[in-house]
C-alpha cells in the first residue's frame, strides 16, 4: 500500500480538525486518528507533531493537561481553545482556496 | 491575535524551562512506547517493533530540538551555551587568546585613548547652552595687552560696552580679559581666620553678562550679573569654579559664607558654577571669575576699565535667533569704524584713519571655545589618529590572521560537527559568538588601557608641570564609537574564517587528517594579510624615525644662550602692595640678586621680564635718519646687571648693563645682532640713540652694546629683534629669575629660595625649574608626535612580528608531513628551513615594495610637520625597512627552526 507525505501546510488544520471532532487526545492518539480517518494514506512522520503542538500551544490554540490513559499511563491531553476554533476555520478556508485553485488548473489542463 | 497571551506563555516557558522539557521529553515516550507496543500487537519481534517506531517518530533529538525552537528561546539559550564554549575554547590555547586580546587592548586603547584628546581639543562643544548660537570677534589668535588705534583680535572695554548698546545682531555681548591672572590668596574659613598659607589661583576677570550670556546657571548661590559689572571698584564678588571648590573648600556646603582674600582685597563667594563649566577657553579653566569692575583690586592690578585704547578683551557674543554670520559681521564691521572713530581721546591722525579703514573683523563660531592648544595639537593629534587607526588595522589583521588559522586547524571538527548533522549557520554563529567574545573582552581591556593611557597623553601634552585641566573621561560618545570598531572587528573578521571554516567538501576534510588540502598550500587571504601589515609597519616605522630624527634636530638647534646650569623661577611680589614702579620693589629685587651672588655654587644672577617662550613685549624704535616701517617690531626684555653672564650670551661689541648705569643716568640699551644689522645704518653703533615706543622725549635711548642673537619665542624662529632694558631703569613689576650655577641643583634652589625668604618673606616664589627644561617644553608637540609615533611604530612591527610567526607555524604544522617526506627523502635540514624562511621573506620583501611607495607618499602630508628634513630620505628609509627585516627574519626563525627539526618518521606516522 502506497501511503503520501502530508502536504505541506496542513498539519496545522488535520491536527485542529482531528481536535475538533475527538475533543480530547494525547500526542499519540492525534497521530493515529490522523492515519485512521485518511484510510492511511496520509503518513504522518509522528515526531512532527510535537513541534507543531508546541506551536499550537505558544499560538494558545491548543490547552494540554496531563492525564491518564486507559492503560493507566500519564499522557498529555490536548484540547481546541475559541481561538484554536476559529484558527480552524481560516484554515480550512485557506485550503479549500488552495485546492479549488489547484482542481481549476487540473480540470483546464 | 492574542498576542500578549502569547508573550505570556513564552515567558512562562522562559521560567519553567525544565518542567517543559521534561513533559515533551515524557510525552515523546510515551508515543513511541505505544507505537511499540501497537507493533508487537502486530506481531513483530520486541526488536523490530522498537525499530519500526523509531523509523516512524523520525529523528527524536532533531524534533525535541524543534519543538525547543517553538518557545522562541532557544537563541537564547543557544547563544549562552556559545558563549561558554567560546569560552572554553579560547582557553584551550591561551597563547593565542593572549596575543590576540593584547593586540585588540592595545589597538582599541590607543584608538580611544588618542580620540578621546582629540575630541576634548578639537570636537567638543562648549557645555554651555546652545553654543552653535557664540561667535567671537576675531580668530581668537592673540591674548595679552595692546595699545592700538584698533585691532581686531583684542579689545578695550569701553569698546565692549559701546558695541552691547548700539549692536543690532546679538542678544547678548560678554567680555572676557584675554589671560587669567595668577594671584596669590587666601580663602577665610566660615569664622573669618584664614589658613595658614596663601595659594596660587587663577582668576578670570569676565564681564557681567558673560554667565547670562552663556546661559550657565550657577549650582551653589549665583553666577555674576550685569548689576556686578556696572560701576567701578565695588562689587568685590567672586564665582568659584566647581573644581577649586572641591579641591580648596572641600565641597563645604556653606561656601556662601566665606571669603577670599586676593591680593590686598577681600571677596564674597556668591556662587559655585556647574561641574561642567570649565571657563571658555579649552585647556585652562580658571579657579574663579571675578567681574571686569574689579580688575584694578585684583592682581596685578590693571586699570583698564575705563581705557579706551588698551585693548586686552576676547568679545564673544550670542547671535540673535535667524541672524546670519554674515549679517553679524557686516553689523560688527560698521560698528567698530562708529565706536573707534567716536571715543573722544581717539587719535584721529591721517595714518590712524588710513589704518581704520582697512580693518576687518572676522567673526569666528565660538561652540567648542576658545583654545591655543587647538592651533598647536590639531595636527599632530590628527596625525596620531591616523596612527593609531592604522596600527588597530595592523591588530584587527593579527586577529583575523590568527582566527583563520585556528579555524582551519579546527576544520575536522567542524566537518564532523556538519556530518552530524549541525547546520552550518549554527556552526557560522558558534564562531562568530568566539570572535565576539574575543572582541568584547579585547575591548574591554582596550578600555582599561585607554583610561590608563589618557592620564598619561594628558601629562605628555601639558606643557607646563601643572596637569591640562582638560576633562578627557570616556564620555559615551567614546564608548560608543569603541564599541563600534570592537565589534565591527569582531563580524568582519569572525565571519571571514567562519565561512571560509564551513565551506568546505566534508569528505575531504574528514579523510585528511592534517585539515584540507585547498588550505595547506595556498593560504592567500592569510598571507595578504601579513602582507598588508608588513606594508603598514613599514609605513609607520618611517614615519617615526622621521619624527625622532626632526626632533633631534630641534633639540640641537643652537638657541643663542647656554640651556645648561641655569635654575629659573617666578618672584611674585603682589602681597607687598607695592606699584610697578615703586622704587623699592627695584631695591628688592637689587638687594635678592646681590644676596644670591655670595651664595655658594651660584656663578650668575639676574632678573628679566622674559627668558625663553614667555610671551614678548614688543614696541617699535625709531631710528634717527632711517625709514621707520611700523610692521618692524622688535622685543623688549628688561633684565639685571647679570643677565647677559648667567644666559652667556656673548657680547660682540661695547659693555652690558652696570652699576653706573642707574635710574637718573642717561638711559641706556643693549641692542641684538639682528636689530643693528637691519634696522641700522652701517657703522659703529655705540654711543648712538634710538626712540622707543611713543618716541617721547624720556623715551630716548643710547645703545652701549650690541650681543649675539638668542631665540626668544620658540626655537624654530628665525633671528629676532630683541633689544634690552636695564630694570632699574626701566621699572618692571614681576618677573623671571635665573641663576648660573655649578654643582647640585636641588641645593642651589633651596638655598636660593631660602635666600629670598629670608630678604623677604611676602615675596612668593613660584615656577621653579632649569631653563633646559623650559626650552625642551616648547618641543612639547614634536616629543609627543615623534614619542608616540615611536611607540605605536614599534607596536605595529610587534604585532606584525607575532602575524608572521603564526602564520608561519601554522603553515609548518600544515607541512609537517610534506616537511617529513623531504626529510625522509634526504632533504638538509638547513633546506627545510630555508624552505620556510624563503616563503617569510617573499612575503616581507611584497610587504616592504608596497610599503616603500606608500611611505613615500604619505610623508609629504607631513612635510610640515618635521624640521630640519625634507620628507623621506633614504637614510630613514633604510633603517625602517632594515629593522622590519631583521624583526621578521626573527619572527620567522623560530618557525622555521622548528620545521627543520621535524623527526621524519614521527611526522609519517602520524595519522
Redesign the interface.
Given at each position: 500500500m502506497s501511503r503520501d507525505e502530508i502536504p505541506p501546510g496542513t498539519l496545522y488544520l488535520l491536527i485542529l480538525k482531528t481536535l475538533a471532532v475527538r475533543k480530547k487526545l494525547?500526542?499519540?492518539e492525534i497521530?493515529e486518528s490522523i492515519e485512521q480517518q485518511s484510510e492511511e494514506i496520509l503518513q504522518v512522520?509522528?515526531?512532527?507533531l510535537?513541534?507543531a503542538?508546541?506551536?499550537m500551544?505558544?499560538?494558545?490554540w491548543v490547552l494540554a493537561e496531563?492525564g491518564t490513559t486507559a492503560g493507566n499511563?500519564?499522557?498529555?491531553y490536548y484540547t481546541l481553545t475559541p481561538?484554536g476554533k476559529?484558527?480552524l476555520a481560516l484554515e480550512l478556508k485557506k485550503f479549500e482556496r488552495v485546492m479549488g485553485a489547484v482542481a481549476k488548473v487540473i480540470q483546464t489542463a | 491575535m492574542g498576542l500578549p497571551g502569547e508573550i505570556k506563555r513564552r515567558i512562562q516557558v522562559l521560567l519553567h524551562r525544565e518542567q517543559f522539557e521534561s513533559d515533551l521529553e515524557e510525552e515523546m515516550r510515551l508515543h513511541l512506547e505505544l507505537r511499540r507496543q501497537r507493533q508487537i500487537d502486530r506481531g513483530l519481534s520486541v526488536e523490530a517493533a522498537t525499530r519500526a517506531a523509531y523509523i516512524k517518530f523520525g529523528n527524536k533529538t532533531r524534533i525535541k530540538e524543534k519543538s525547543v525552537m517553538a518557545w522562541g528561546s532557544e537563541t537564547l539559550e543557544s547563544f549562552l551555551s556559545d558563549i561558554a564554549y567560546g569560552a572554553r575554547a579560547l582557553l584551550r590555547s591561551p597563547a593565542l587568546t593572549l596575543v590576540a586580546l593584547i593586540s585588540l587592548a592595545l589597538g582599541i586603547g590607543a584608538n580611544t585613548a588618542i580620540f578621546s584628546l582629540l575630541d576634548a581639543v578639537l570636537l567638543r562643544s562648549l557645555p554651555v547652552k546652545d553654543p552653535q548660537q557664540l561667535v567671537l570677534l576675531g580668530q581668537g589668535q592673540a591674548s595679552g595687552i595692546g595699545e592700538n588705534f584698533v585691532m581686531t583680535e583684542l579689545y578695550s572695554y569701553p569698546f565692549y560696552r559701546q558695541l552691547q548698546q548700539k549692536n543690532a545682531v546679538f542678544s547678548d555681548v560678554a567680555a572676557i580679559f584675554s589671560m587669567t591672572n595668577d594671584v596669590h590668596g587666601f580663602v577665610f574659613n566660615s569664622v573669618g581666620s584664614s589658613s595658614a598659607d596663601s595659594e596660587l589661583m587663577h582668576v578670570n576677570l569676565v564681564s557681567g553678562t558673560y554667565f547670562p550670556m552663556l546661559g550657565v546657571h550657577a549650582e551653589i548661590g549665583r553666577t555674576l550679573t550685569e548689576a556686578d559689572d556696572n560701576s567701578e571698584g565695588d562689587h568685590p564678588v567672586v564665582v568659584l569654579s566647581n573644581h577649586f571648590w572641591k579641591r580648596v573648600l572641600a565641597s563645604d556646603p556653606n561656601v556662601l559664607n566665606r571669603k577670599i582674600k586676593l591680593g590686598t582685597t577681600i571677596f564674597t563667594i556668591v556662587g559655585v558654577a556647574p561641574a561642567e563649566f570649565f571657563g571658555t577657553r579649552v585647556g585652562q579653566s580658571p579657579d574663579m571669575w571675578v567681574p571686569i569692575s574689579m580688575m584694578r583690586f585684583v592682581p596685578p592690578g590693571y586699570d583698564f576699565y575705563k581705557q579706551n585704547f588698551v585693548e586686552s578683551m576676547n568679545v564673544m557674543g550670542r547671535l540673535k535667533p535667524g541672524v546670519s554670520l554674515e549679517q553679524a559681521s557686516t553689523n560688527v564691521n560698521l560698528l567698530l569704524q562708529q565706536i573707534v572713530r567716536g571715543f573722544p581721546d581717539a587719535n584721529l591722525s591721517e595714518k590712524n584713519l588710513a589704518k581704520l579703514a582697512k580693518t576687518h573683523v572676522a567673526l569666528t563660531p565660538m561652540s567648542k571655545g576658545l583654545s591655543w592648544l587647538r592651533g598647536e595639537f590639531s595636527e599632530p593629534l590628527q596625525l596620531l589618529m591616523v596612527v593609531v587607526a592604522l596600527v588597530l588595522l595592523i591588530a584587527c589583521a593579527n586577529i583575523a590572521n590568527l582566527l583563520l588559522a585556528r579555524a582551519t586547524a579546527r576544520a575536522r571538527e567542524l566537518a564532523v560537527r556538519q556530518a552530524l548533522g549541525a547546520r552550518r549557520s549554527r556552526l557560522i554563529r558558534q564562531l562568530l559568538t568566539e570572535s565576539l567574545l574575543l572582541a568584547l573582552v579585547g575591548g574591554g581591556l582596550g578600555i582599561g588601557f585607554a583610561m590608563v593611557a589618557n592620564g598619561f597623553l594628558l601629562r605628555m601634552v601639558s606643557e607646563g608641570p601643572d596637569i591640562l585641566p582638560l576633562d578627557v573621561g570616556l564620555n559615551m560618545r567614546l564608548l560608543g564609537f569603541t564599541f563600534a570598531v570592537t565589534l565591527a572587528t569582531a563580524i568582519l573578521f569572525g565571519t571571514i574564517p567562519a565561512f571560509r571554516a564551513t565551506r568546505l567538501h566534508l569528505i575531504d576534510s574528514l579523510k585528511d587528517g592534517r585539515g584540507p588540502s585547498g588550505v595547506r598550500s595556498r593560504n592567500p587571504l592569510a598571507k595578504l594579510l601579513v602582507v598588508s601589515q608588513v606594508a603598514l609597519s613599514l609605513v609607520l616605522m618611517v614615519g617615526a624615525v622621521l619624527f625622532l630624527r626632526s626632533l633631534n634636530n630641534l633639540n640641537h638647534i643652537d638657541p643663542g644662550f647656554n640651556r645648561e646650569n641655569v635654575l629659573r623661577l617666578q618672584i611674585e611680589t603682589d602681597e607687598l602692595g607695592y606699584k610697578d614702579d615703586d622704587p623699592r620693589l627695584t631695591a628688592l629685587y637689587q638687594q635678592i640678586e646681590s644676596r644670591v651672588s655670595t651664595l655658594p655654587g651660584v656663578k650668575a644672577e639676574s632678573f628679566s621680564a622674559f627668558t625663553f617662550h614667555e610671551g614678548s613685549w614688543s614696541d617699535n624704535i625709531f631710528v634717527p635718519g632711517m625709514p621707520n616701517d611700523e610692521g618692524v617690531t622688535v622685543h623688549q626684555n628688561v633684565v639685571g646687571n647679570g643677565y647677559f653672564d648667567t644666559m652667556q650670551i656673548p657680547l660682540i661689541a661695547g659693555r652690558t648693563f652696570s652699576t653706573t648705569d642707574t635710574a637718573t643716568s642717561q638711559r641706556v640699551a643693549v641692542i641684538s645682532e639682528h636689530v643693528a644689522k637691519t634696522l641700522f645704518p652701517p657703522g659703529n653703533l655705540i654711543g648712538r640713540h634710538f626712540g622707543l615706543g611713543d618716541n617721547k622725549l624720556e623715551n630716548d635711548f643710547e645703545i652701549i652694546g650690541i650681543v649675539k642673537d638668542v631665540k626668544f619665542q620658540n626655537l624654530k624662529e628665525q633671528q629676532e629683534n630683541i633689544n634690552y632694558l636695564s630694570y632699574v631703569q626701566h621699572p618692571w613689576g614681576f618677573g623671571d629669575f635665573e641663576v648660573r650655577y655649578t654643582g647640585d641643583f636641588r641645593d642651589v634652589s633651596t638655598s636660593v629660595q631660602q635666600a629670598i625668604k629670608g630678604i623677604n618673606h611676602n615675596v612668593r616664589i613660584s615656577h621653579v625649574t632649569t631653563l633646559d627644561e623650559q626650552v625642551a617644553r616648547t618641543m612639547t608637540n614634536q616629543r609627543l608626535v615623534a614619542q608616540l609615533s615611536t611607540f605605536f611604530g614599534m607596536l605595529a612591527v610587534f604585532l606584525s612580528a607575532i602575524g608572521i610567526y603564526g602564520l608561519m607555524s601554522y603553515v609548518v604544522s600544515c607541512r609537517t608531513n610534506e616537511i617529513g617526506i623531504r626529510m625522509a627523502l634526504g632533504a638538509a635540514r638547513f633546506n627545510v628551513s630555508w624552505l620556510v624562511m624563503r616563503e617569510i621573506l617573499l612575503l616581507v620583501a611584497i610587504g616592504i615594495a608596497i610599503g616603500v611607495p606608500v611611505a613615500l607618499a604619505g610623508d609629504r602630508l607631513v612635510a610640515n610637520m618635521l624640521f630640519g628634513l625634507k620628507g623621506t630620505d633614504a637614510l630613514s628609509l633604510a633603517a625602517a625597512v632594515l629593522l622590519l627585516l631583521v624583526v621578521a627574519s626573527v619572527a620567522g626563525y623560530i618557525p622555521a627552526r622548528r620545521a627543520s627539526q621535524v623527526d621524519p618518521m614521527e611526522a609519517l606516522r602520524y595519522e
Open positions: 494525547h500526542g499519540y497521530a512522520e509522528e515526531g512532527s510535537y513541534p503542538l508546541q506551536r500551544l505558544i499560538k494558545g496531563w499511563r500519564r499522557a498529555r481561538d476559529k484558527q | -
